[in-house]
Nanobody, 124 residues
Framework: VQLQASGGGLVQAGGSLRLSCAAS????????MGWFRQAPGKERAFVAA????????YYADSMKGRFTISRDNAKNTAYLQMSSLKPEDTAVYYC??????????????????WGQGTQVTVSS
């Protein structure tokens, strides 16, 4: 599976961005999908994840109510809609997928394939 993340950019605080994670090489309909982010000098941190069917999503506490993860299995793509962005949201955002049974979705170690990352910069 190859993943291509896109949609990052520079936005002012309070603004919005929509990230996309397009998969190729294999259908990801049987994969859990997750978004993580990594700021300079920090570890990769969980942002959100979504189950195979897209019916259940999980969020880090600081993202609840501001970020929405979704997926379109027909397009082999996942999305992360980010709103009310804050300067502390500045990071490289990565998408990952896993087809393991009952993965620990908030742990990057559970994911088998990663996209290259897309930079999100929020100015104050």
């Amino acid at each position: 599976v190859q993943l291509q993340a896109s949609g990052g950019g520079l936005v002012q605080a309070g603004g919005s961005l929509r990230l996309s994670c397009a998969a190729s090489g294999r259908s990801i309909s049987t994969y859990y999908m997750g978004w993580f982010r990594q700021a300079p000098g920090k570890e990769r941190a969980f942002v959100a994840a979504i189950r195979r069917s897209g019916g259940v999503a999980y969020y880090a506490d600081s993202m609840k109510g501001r970020f929405t993860i979704s997926r379109d299995n027909a397009k082999n793509t996942a999305y992360l809609q980010m709103s009310s962005l804050k300067p502390e949201d500045t990071a490289v955002y990565y998408c990952g997928v896993t087809d393991r049974s009952n993965p620990t979705l908030y742990s990057p170690n559970s994911y088998d394939y990663w996209g290259q990352g897309t930079q999100v910069t929020v100015s104050s």
